[in-house]
């Protein structure tokens, strides 16, 4: 009884080592990092039409959807793959934070109009 359980404790350690690898396997994939840049680029964009008109908001939103653009361009190339995993870790979790700042700025604008639509 005593061996089973520490073989289930065993067994649920590598478990979730596995799953902790993976999910780092695939926050340091150029791929990934390319589908968030596309979508937070997208976000941009949208954020864009939706935010206030504030000229300082505005310029923000418009320096990420360039430099959006820019890492797109630049994941795409060979050069990327050489860059180290914990430097392209970092980017991915800058721009998980990025993404989410956009949604919170976007949930905080104010509907365009009165009516339901």
């Known amino acids: 009884m005593d061996q089973a ?10 478990r979730r080592a596995l799953c902790a690898a993976r999910r780092t396997a ?3 994939n150029p791929g990934g990092i390319l589908r968030l840049a596309r979508e937070v680029r997208s976000l941009a964009e949208a954020a864009r039409r939706v935010c206030p008109q504030e000229r300082a908001l505005q310029s ?3 320096a990420l959807h360039e430099d959006m653009r820019r890492l ?7 050069e990327f793959r050489c860059l180290t995993a914990e430097k392209r870790l ?3 979790r800058g721009l998980v934070e990025s993404r989410e700042k956009l949604l919170r700025v976007m949930g905080q ?3 365009p109009t009165d009516l339901l639509q």
């Open 90 to 92: 970092q980017l991915h």
């Open 26 to 28: 695939v926050e340091r």
């Open 60 to 62: 923000r939103i418009s």
């Open 109 to 111: 604008a104010e509907t």
């Open 72 to 78: 797109t361009v630049l994941a795409g190339t060979p």
């Open 5 to 14: 359980r520490l073989f289930l404790g065993w067994a649920q350690r590598k």
